[in-house]
């Protein structure tokens, strides 16, 4: 079992939104930072955005003032939401919890996110 799984991924057209959630338990939530990724095809996976436990959030510049990440502790997840999609933010996004240079957990299968008209 995979202890982070992603949803909420689709197609949409350019200038378009998405939401995509990161679903998990709260003790995973509550003690760990949790960061977005993504993996265009041909490409190594890159950060996209990442929340601390205390709530200070970072983004990476290509997805900054459209991209915004935040926990729902209610519903045990962790929420990226995307506005203003680009065709260049088509890939698989995925969660997990960095920890010093690397990932406390296995990967899970991703959402896929296409930006097309």
């Known amino acids: 079992q995979v202890p982070l799984v992603e949803s909420g991924g689709g197609l949409v057209q350019p200038g378009g939104s998405l939401r995509l959630s990161c679903a998990a338990s709260?003790?995973?939530?509550?003690?760990?930072?949790i960061g977005w990724y993504r993996q265009a095809p041909g490409k190594q996976r890159e950060s996209v955005a990442a929340?601390?436990?205390?709530?200070?959030?970072y983004y990476a510049d290509s997805v900054k003032g459209r991209f915004t990440i935040s926990r729902d502790n209610a519903k045990n997840m962790v929420v990226l939401q995307m506005n203003s999609l680009k065709p260049e933010d088509t890939a698989v996004y995925y969660c997990?919890?960095?920890?010093?240079?690397?990932?406390?957990?296995?990967w899970g299968q991703g959402t896929q996110v296409t930006v097309s008209s």
């Open positions: 709260r003790s995973i939530l509550s003690s760990n930072a």
């Open positions: 929340i601390l436990i205390g709530g200070t959030t």
């Open positions: 997990n919890a960095p920890y010093l240079k690397t990932f406390r957990y296995d």
